[in-house]
C-alpha cells in the first residue's frame, strides 16, 4: 500500500460501507499494537444517520461535515499508562487500513472541545452513545467512500530537514 496517497477525506459519496468492509476494518483495528498488549481500546461504529449527526455537532468546530458521512467511529480508552498512546494509534491504523479498503477517512480531535453552547464534546458523545462512565473518548472518525480527490504527497511535499540520521 502506498501511503503517500493518504489524504484527509470530508467529503463522501451517499453509498453505504458494506458489513465486510466494516468487519475487515475492524479486525485491524481490534489487534492494533498497545502498551503490554493490554488493548484498552473500545470502539464504536456507528451506521445510523440520526446517531452520526448529533456526533457531528457534538463539537462546535472541526466535525460539521461529518453529517455527511455514511459511517463513524468513536475511539473509546480504558485509561492505564498508555491508553493515549494506543487509541492514537488505533486511529493511524484505522485511517491507513481505511484507505487501503478504497475509503477516506477524517479523525476529529474531542479531547478538551466544546459544543456550541459550551458543553464537553466527551460528555456529549457520552450521552450519545450511552458510554460507560469509566471510559475516556479519544477521538471519532468519519469515514465513507470518497467524494473528493486530492493528490497523493510528492517529494516537494515532504520537509527532509526534519529528518535526522544517528544525530542532530
Ligand atoms: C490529531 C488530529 C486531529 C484532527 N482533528 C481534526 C478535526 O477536528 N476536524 C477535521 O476536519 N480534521 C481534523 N484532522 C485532520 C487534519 O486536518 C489533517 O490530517 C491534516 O490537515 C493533514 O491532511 P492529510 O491527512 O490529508 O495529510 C485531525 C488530524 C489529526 C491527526
Redo the contacts with the bound molecule.
Keep these: 500500500m502506498d501511503f503517500l496517497s493518504?489524504?484527509?477525506?470530508?467529503k463522501f459519496k451517499e453509498k453505504n460501507v458494506e458489513k465486510e468492509v466494516v468487519m475487515e476494518l475492524m479486525k485491524t483495528a481490534l489487534v492494533s499494537p498497545s502498551g503490554r498488549n493490554q488493548r484498552p481500546y473500545e470502539y464504536v461504529v456507528i451506521d445510523d444517520k440520526e446517531i452520526i449527526k448529533k456526533l457531528s455537532v457534538s463539537?462546535e468546530?472541526?466535525?460539521g461535515?461529518a453529517a455527511g458521512a455514511p459511517l463513524m467511529i468513536v475511539i473509546f480508552g480504558h485509561v492505564n499508562p498508555t491508553w493515549d498512546d494506543d487509541c492514537?494509534i488505533a486511529?493511524?491504523v484505522i485511517?491507513l487500513k481505511a484507505h487501503e479498503l478504497g475509503l477516506g477517512s477524517?479523525?476529529?480531535?474531542?479531547k478538551e472541545?466544546v459544543d456550541a453552547e459550551g458543553n464537553s464534546t466527551d460528555e456529549n458523545i457520552k450521552k450519545i452513545l450511552g458510554a460507560p462512565s469509566e471510559l475516556k473518548v479519544h477521538?471519532m472518525i468519519a469515514l465513507g467512500y470518497p467524494a473528493e480527490e486530492?493528490p497523493a504527497?510528492t517529494d516537494s511535499d515532504i520537509d527532509m530537514a526534519k529528518l535526522h540520521f544517528n544525530k542532530f
Design positions: 493518504r489524504r484527509t477525506i470530508r463539537k468546530n472541526g466535525a461535515f492514537a486511529s493511524t485511517q477524517c479523525w476529529i480531535q474531542t472541545k477521538n486530492k504527497y
